[in-house]
């Protein structure tokens, strides 16, 4: 076997595609750019994301990944709990003996219609009342 024997594999190589030389070679006329039109010239630039005028999947999509920099207080409805209302004195070891919470709560806010009387047993500066009309 010498050097002047070698051959390519079989399937290895394929002839280059040289669009745009005429009918004969199939990729004649519109040169595999499709119709006329923006996206057939040259210099066509498609924008990322860009679904054909189709409203783009980001824009379909609501928005995550927000975090509001005001803290939520946990609200307490006192028409429903209560056992709160019994409480000598408003804390928040004082509430955790009659309702849970989550640990990782800071504020409490005090809801419904029994929750304007409650304001003169507050101890804590963390808890607050919101009563309704």
């Known amino acids: 076997m010498g050097l002047e024997n070698l051959q390519k594999a079989p399937g290895s190589t394929s002839k280059t595609k040289r669009i745009g030389r005429g009918q004969g070679s199939g990729w004649g006329k519109t040169a595999t750019k499709g119709g ?4 057939a010239r040259k210099g066509y630039n498609e924008k990322r994301g860009f679904e054909g005028g189709q409203q783009p999947l980001q824009r379909r999509l609501p928005k995550v990944g927000f975090n509001s920099k005001f803290e939520k207080p946990y609200a307490i409805n ?4 209560s ?13 955790l003996s009659v309702h849970k919470f989550p640990s ?8 419904g219609a029994g929750a304007k009387e409650l304001a003169s047993k507050i101890k ?4 607050k009342t919101s009563g309704l009309k």
Not at 36 to 39: A, I, L, N, S, Y
Not at 78 to 81: D, L
Not at 83 to 95: C, G, Q, V, Y
């Open 36 to 39: 006329k039109g923006q996206t």
């Open 124 to 127: 804590d500066e963390n808890i």
């Open 83 to 95: 056992a709160i209302k019994d409480l000598s004195e408003i804390t928040f070891e004082s509430i």
């Open 78 to 81: 006192v028409e429903k709990i």
């Open 104 to 111: 990782s709560t800071k504020k409490i806010k005090l809801i």
